[in-house]
T-cell receptor
Framework: SQQGEEDPQALSIQEGENATMNCSYK?????LQWYRQNSGRGLVHLILIRSNEREKHSGRLRVTLDTSKKSSSLLITASRAADTASYFC????????????FGSGTRLLVRP | DVKVTQSSRYLVKRTGEKVFLECVQDMDHENMFWYRQDPGLGLRLIYF???????EKGDIPEGYSVSREKKERFSLILESASTNQTSMYLC???????????FGQGTRLTVV
């Protein structure tokens, strides 16, 4: 049972352009997290946004959260080839706050 | 820095073998997770443990069991490995709150 679904599944952009990825989820949440995964490696946490926040920034990352639409977006500005990775959103599963449920991810390719 | 270590990066096992995947974390985290990752399916939760000797099934527990005898170690057991369990397995840990999860580097298991 997937809680979050990312869109698009794959994204290819030129270096220097902005990349936007979206995440939709099904149930009420108290926070949403974004992770990055380089090919064949484990995931690394990028940013956490709480349900009472609408926007959050971290370096070149900007995350928004719209709880009325049950959606979030991750914007990477001025992308670099090193940003090439898969990006996942994750939400706690409301029947058990211990569970962290991930979406299927967006594969981002940044062309030099 | 938090470190989550999985015992193997790559593993090849035969059908019917009993397989143990080990995960150790060094930050005294109560929560630990096992996910499997397959192309197009994202991360799916197999089992998680919210404390020593406490466990709960995730979305796809069939064919797997887990053991958490010590706080730092969470083992995933494939009772009788099958080819459809060929996958990337990811272990994660975190404190029991709305915080980030820390992932190991992953174990790519091939069952032949």
């Amino acid at each position: 049972s997937q809680q979050g679904e990312e869109d698009p599944q794959a994204l290819s952009i030129q270096e220097g352009e902005n990349a936007t990825m979206n995440c939709s989820y099904k149930t009420s949440i108290n926070n949403l997290q974004w992770y990055r995964q380089n090919s064949g490696r484990g995931l690394v946490h990028l940013i956490l946004i709480r349900s009472n926040e609408r926007e959050k920034h971290s370096g070149r990352l900007r995350v928004t959260l719209d709880t009325s639409k049950k959606s979030s977006s991750l914007l990477i500005t001025a992308s670099r080839a090193a940003d090439t990775a898969s990006y996942f959103c994750a939400t706690p599963w409301m029947d058990s706050s211990y569970k962290l449920i991930f979406g299927s991810g967006t594969r981002l390719l940044v062309r030099p | 820095d938090v470190k989550v270590t999985q015992s193997s990066r790559y593993l090849v096992k035969r059908t019917g073998e009993k397989v143990f995947l080990e995960c150790v974390q060094d930050m005294d985290h109560e929560n630990m997770f096992w996910y499997r990752q397959d192309p197009g399916l994202g991360l799916r939760l197999i089992y998680f443990s919210y404390d020593v000797k406490m466990k709960e099934k995730g979305d796809i527990p069939e064919g797997y069991s887990v053991s958490r005898e010590k706080k730092e170690r969470f083992s995933l057991i494939l009772e009788s490995a099958s080819t459809n369990q060929t996958s990337m397995y990811l272990c994660a840990s975190r404190v029991p709150a709305d915080t980030e999860a820390f992932f190991g580097q992953g174990t790519r298991l091939t069952v032949v």
